[in-house]
Each structure stands twice: as structure tokens, then as C-alpha cells.
């Protein structure tokens, strides 16, 4: 997959800015002084293209960006004047001319109302205004430049912030890319903020794969896509298989909670030198009709073109099996299950599925995946080897505490022994001890028992 912006840190040179904001009000002006000239005064051959940009030929951050996209007059007007709310509100205030005749609003300036900002937000009405003003043939042109698949959206540097079912395309709010107003502003591509724009957290993790522990069955998958995403364009490119093979990869991850599900997705992350992010269920599911798709949305189109991960664990909230249609609330639910379905088809990246059990998922994602991994509680072995990388130094263990003793009458799994060692040690702590020791142990045993109902 391509980066969407230049690698590193870029110098910000604000006179270059200065320039194509300057451009950009001198595009608007002659637009608005052809608008509204009197008929017999009107060029029938205007058009804003005539209007030169300046010329980009430095490396700092905007001139870097643009040369990198390829990014032709068009292009470059939308990606400037959706800074310009940003950069130069009061450029804007021009939109907000009254039809005397109508005491209103010109319908063909668009713009779209803010809570909190004062002054004119556009939509891709203002874009259609400013680049073709009545010409509806240079209207349609417009129309494809903002298409999805465009790469103004593909390379995700402006986003469509969609209105009410059934409103137009047109009065969709202009956005810049989030990332692309950090670049351009500071020199450097921030990562996503979490929030209801975007409901998805990074993954990172300060362990390495030393500290995994699992079946060797599992082990061996987990390579395998490990290799995947480390390699996949070698592998697709020595046996010509770029043709048939799709270049996303769906997998599920299932087994009971605590047996390295998260851990796995963040190493093979961090293997491939690229971003994990999880989906916050909670701000994605929506009692809204519609929502829910919305929603993540908004979380698939930045991440179409970026090297990530997306991992949704507790998958089955999302991804249960379809019911038959016997309310409205029920095809809602089922039109959900299929919009998710066609998304995580398209993905160009890896997707990974968690869940606890996998007869949750729906069967139609079943069918899809190209791997599906089983991560079962840790055995006598594995338990050793998860005490033995908790508890690594003997020297702050009482002489009582016997690892291998405690491995092979305790069937519990990694999340929960890591929250036996951290009881242990605090309890230790507390007493104002060095050591941990057995009976520090056995109380945290009996407190993780005990949430599954179980006892030593």
C-alpha cells in the first residue's frame, strides 16, 4: 500500500502556505465578480483555471505533499480551501452574502451550520460553486473528483462528513484529513485521536515475542501470519499471485479470555512495523439505524489506505450470526451484519477478529477468513513458562514458592496469572517485605479462582 504522506518530519514554510491561501481568495473573488456580473459583461469563456497556483518546487511539508500526490489545479484548490476554515476563516465570509431578492442564503453556496464555529463552513456544494459556478457540465466533473475512490478521499486527504439519509450529495461537509492538517501545520503526521470521529485505540506493547507463550500449534499460525505481513509482497510477487489473490487477510482469533489474543495482534504489528488499531465497540454500536455503519466507516476509510491492523475484540457483538427477519429491528440488524461484511472484504490490510467463542461469529464471515487460530488455556508447560517470565528473579521468592508446583495444580490462563503476580506483589509490598512468598501467591490464586467460581 502507498503512504499517504511523506515519510519523517517536513519543514512547515508559512510563506509557501501564504501563498496558496492567496491563490486560493483570488480564485474565489474572480469567481464571485463572474457570478454576479451583468449578463452583457459575462465571459463565456471564464474559467478558474485560468488562474495560475503558484509554483511549489522547496521541500517543506505542503510542497512535498502536493508533488507526491500528483496533485493537478483541482485537486490542490479542494486541498487548500479545506485548510482555509483552519488557516484563514475570514476568507470564507464572503459565502455568507444574502439573496436580497429571497432574504436568504444563496442555495448555491452551501455551507453547513457549527455549533461552535462563527464562520462559514464549507460542503461540496461551495466546491461545485467555486470550480464550475452554473456550468453543470464542470459540476459533474467535480463530482467525480470528490468521489470515493478518487484520490483526494483514497489518499485520505480531505473526508466527506456525510448529512441526514436522503439529503443530496452535495451538502456533504468538507473536511481536511485529520492527519493531513497536523502535516501541514506542524511538519508531522500525528497518530488517529481517539474519540466519536474516530473509535478506534492503538495497540502497542512493551513485550516482545519471547514472552508469548502458546500451543505450539498456535504458535505455528501465528508465524505463518506473521510471515504474511512481513513478506506478503515477495510471496504475491515470486509466484504471480497478485491476480487471483486478494491483497486483504481476515483471521479469527478465538479461545477463553487471557490466553494472548491482544498480545498476538500487537506483535505482529509491531513485527511489520505497523500501527494496531481496536475498535471501541461501545462508541461503534449504535441503537441508531444507521449509525452503527457510520460509524465505522469512518474508522475503514482512514484506515483503507494505511498499513494497519484493525482488531476488534469481543468480535460477536458485531459480527453474531444473522437471525431471521421477523421485525424491522431484526433487518436492521442483518443489513449491519452485511455492511460489515462487504468492509472487512475490501480492506486491503489485515483484519483480526477476537472472540471467546467462535460459533458467535456469523457463518459468512466464518467462510471468509484465511485463518482462523484457536488459542486454548496453557497447558502444565505453558503455565511454567508463564510463572518462570512473571516471576523471572529467585532471589525475591520465598523459598517456599515452587513454580512448577503451582503450573501444574492451577489451570489458569496468562491474563490471570499477570493479575496473581501484581496481588502478590503488592500484598508483599504492603507487609513491607522483600520477597514474594507462597501464601502471597495462593491468595491471589484464590481471588482469580473465585471470579470464575472456582476455588483451590
Not at 453556496?109 to 464562520?119: C, E, R
Request: net charge negative.
Amino acid at each position: 500500500m502507498n503512504e499517504i504522506l511523506p515519510k519523517g518530519t517536513s519543514r512547515v514554510d508559512p510563506q509557501v502556505i501564504e501563498e496558496e491561501l492567496a491563490w486560493c481568495e483570488r480564485v474565489m473573488d474572480a469567481r464571485f465578480e463572474h457570478y454576479f456580473a451583468a449578463p452583457e459583461t459575462v465571459d463565456p469563456d471564464f474559467d478558474v483555471r485560468t488562474l495560475t497556483p503558484p509554483a511549489l518546487d522547496g521541500d517543506d511539508a505542503y510542497s512535498r505533499l502536493v508533488a507526491q500526490r500528483g496533485l493537478g489545479f483541482d485537486e490542490r484548490l479542494v486541498l487548500i480551501f479545506s485548510l482555509v476554515p483552519h488557516l484563514r476563516p475570514q476568507l470564507l465570509d464572503l459565502f455568507f452574502l444574502q439573496n436580497k431578492m429571497l432574504d436568504r442564503a444563496y442555495t448555491e453556496f452551501g455551507g453547513v451550520a457549527s455549533k461552535g464555529h462563527t464562520g462559514f463552513l464549507p460542503t461540496c456544494e461551495t466546491v461545485a460553486f467555486l470550480l464550475g459556478g452554473r456550468d453543470l457540465e464542470r459540476r459533474l466533473e467535480v463530482l467525480a473528483l470528490l468521489e470515493e475512490d478518487a484520490p483526494l478521499r483514497a489518499d485520505c486527504l480531505i473526508r466527506l462528513e456525510n448529512g441526514a439519509v436522503g439529503e443530496p450529495f452535495w451538502c456533504t461537509a468538507l473536511r481536511p484529513g485529520g492527519e493531513v492538517l497536523d502535516y501541514l501545520t506542524t511538519g508531522t503526521a500525528r497518530k488517529p485521536d481517539y474519540g466519536t470521529d474516530f473509535p478506534a485505540k492503538r495497540l502497542t506493547t512493551s513485550l516482545s515475542w519471547d514472552d508469548l507463550v502458546l500451543a505450539p500449534e498456535t504458535l505455528d499460525e501465528v508465524v505463518h501470519l506473521r510471515t504474511w505481513m512481513e513478506s506478503s509482497r515477495a510471496i504475491l510477487d515470486r509466484w504471480n499471485l497478485e491476480r487471483a489473490v486478494r491483497p486483504g487477510y481476515r483471521c479469527l482469533f478465538y479461545g477463553p479470555p487471557g490466553t494472548g489474543k491482544t498480545l498476538t495482534a500487537s506483535l505482529i504489528g509491531a513485527s511489520a512495523g505497523v500501527d494496531v488499531y481496536r475498535i471501541d465497540l461501545s462508541m461503534v454500536v449504535s441503537k441508531y439505524i444507521g449509525e452503527t455503519e457510520k460509524n465505522l466507516a469512518g474508522v475503514f476509510d482512514q484506515a483503507q489506505r494505511r498499513d494497519w491492523i484493525l482488531f476488534f475484540d469481543e468480535a460477536d457483538a458485531l459480527f453474531g450470526k444473522r437471525t431471521q427477519a421477523s421485525s424491522s429491528n431484526d433487518r436492521h440488524a442483518n443489513q449491519e451484519v452485511a455492511y460489515l461484511l462487504q468492509r472487512v472484504e475490501d480492506f486491503p490490510g489485515m483484519v483480526i477478529l477476537a472472540t471467546n467463542l467462535k460459533s458467535n461469529i456469523d457463518e459468512a464471515f466464518a467462510r471468509r477468513f484465511q485463518s482462523i487460530l484457536y488459542f486454548p488455556m496453557p497447558g502444565p508447560e505453558e503455565r511454567l513458562r508463564l510463572w518462570q517470565g512473571l516471576l523471572p528473579d529467585p532471589s525475591r521468592l520465598e523459598d517456599d514458592v515452587d513454580l512448577e508446583v503451582l503450573a501444574e495444580e492451577h489451570e489458569l490462563a496468562g491474563g490471570a496469572l499477570i493479575n496473581v503476580v501484581r496481588y502478590a506483589a503488592v500484598r508483599a509490598f504492603r507487609q513491607g517485605r522483600d520477597r514474594i512468598g507462597r501464601e502471597d501467591l495462593k491468595s491471589g490464586l484464590g481471588r482469580e479462582l473465585m471470579k470464575e467460581g472456582r476455588t483451590l
